[in-house]
Structure formats: C-alpha cells, structure tokens
C-alpha cells in the first residue's frame, strides 16, 4: 500500500553541520512532495514542497528534490542551526488526504 | 502563523464525556481536515470536509464525528471518551481538495 519511510531519528548534529533527512515514499502516480517541521510544543509548518518530477523545493536554508526515479524527496541544509531542532515529517498527497510517516527527531546541538 | 485557528488549545476531561473541538480555517479556503496525533500511532488523518460536504474518510472512529459549518469552520465531536484518545487534533485547511494544507496549532486532550 501507499507509504512513507523516513530515516530513523533522533538524528542528533552540532551547529553548523550538514543536514540530510532521507524520505521515500510508495504511491501509486505522482503525489505532491512536502516538508513540514514541529517545533517543540507547536503545530506543523510547511517547509517545502515538490509537485513534479525534478522540481526543487527550497525554504530557510533547507531544500528537497523530488526524484522520481527513486521515488524520493530527502531534506537538505548546508548549516544546521540550534534553532533547527523539530521533529520533520515528509508527507504526500495521497487519494484522500495528507500521507505521514512517522517523523524525524532533529537535535542540533551548540 | 499559518491562519487556522483552533480551540481550545488545551482539554481536560474525563473517560466517557464529550468534547467538541473547534477549527476555523484560512481566510478562503474551502477544505478542512482533521488530524490525530498520538505517541503510539503517529499523524493519522481522520476526515475532509469540502464547502460543507463530507470528501473522504480516515482512520476516524465511530464514536468521533465532524461537521463544517456554512460559514466554513469546522467542529470535530468526539464522545464516549476513553483513555486512548488523549492525542493532540490538528486541524488543516486547503483553498481546494486536495492540495498543500496549513495546519492549525492543535488542540492537546487529556482523558483521565
């Protein structure tokens, strides 16, 4: 059935090092891409999003590329901040609703 | 801030009440969806309404049930309480369908 697998968290970084958050999903056709992020105690906020193949998404430093060879849409940032500490979750648009998976722990230390 | 409002931010209550909670959603957007989150099951969506209609279902219990008002926001009733409910309810809105959704800061229950 239709899925998202994100890497196992907590992922635990010191500032200023490179950030990846892998994602795959399994969907039938080509869903829409997001990245949303929770920062402690908050709802979720869009990050980013993808709608087709090969697109880029890119918000705050942080930026995705929608591979549809690999069914994939990873997280990237060049410097990760303390301020960047959240659980991100990578859903896609499914036939009904938003598709989640079960979210990666950030923990980006000074 | 996203635009989508919810209340009330927090909820206590005890097994077997009821509770409604509240949405309101983005200035023009038609859709509203709910969403539970707990630690064992994760974001789960529950249901969609679209311009007033029912769209499409979740993982949404029978003891929970929806409604979007004319005026577009939406209440999310859950009753029977039980334990296993405390949860964080997200609610999300779209200016469509389906399409990227703006997420409320939630409503946190606590059943005791």
């Known amino acids: 059935g239709n899925s998202v697998t994100q890497m196992e968290g907590p992922v635990t970084l010191s500032e200023e090092a490179f950030l990846t958050i892998n994602c795959t999903y399994t969907?039938?056709?080509?869903?829409?891409l997001f990245w949303y992020v929770q920062y402690p105690g908050e709802g979720l906020q869009l990050l980013l999003k993808?709608?087709?193949?090969?697109d880029k998404g890119s918000n705050k430093g942080f930026e995705a590329t929608y591979r549809k060879e690999t069914t994939s849409f990873h997280l990237e940032k060049g410097s990760v901040q303390v301020s960047d500490s959240a659980v991100y979750f990578c859903?896609?648009?499914?036939?009904?609703?938003?598709?989640f998976g079960s979210g990666t722990r950030l923990q980006v230390q000074p | 801030d996203s635009g989508v409002t919810q209340t009330p931010k927090h909820l206590i209550t005890a097994t077997g009440q009821r509770v409604t909670l509240r949405c309101s959603p983005r200035?023009?957007?038609?859709?509203v969806y709910w969403y539970q989150q707990s630690l064992d099951q994760g974001l789960q969506f529950l249901i969609q309404?679209?311009?007033?209609?029912?769209?499409a279902k979740g993982n949404i219990l029978e003891r929970f049930s929806a409604q979007q008002f004319p005026d577009l926001h939406s209440e999310l009733n859950l009753s029977s309480l039980e334990l296993g409910d405390s949860a964080l309810y997200f609610c999300?809105?779209?200016?469509?369908?389906?399409?990227?959704?703006?997420f409320g800061p939630g409503t946190r229950l606590l059943v005791l």
């Open positions: 999300a809105s779209s200016p469509l369908a389906i399409e990227t959704q703006y």
């Open positions: 969907a039938t056709g080509y869903p829409s």
């Open positions: 993808a709608t087709k193949a090969d």
């Open positions: 859903p896609y648009t499914g036939r009904r609703a938003l598709t």
């Open positions: 200035s023009g957007d038609l859709s």
């Open positions: 309404y679209y311009n007033g209609e029912e769209r």
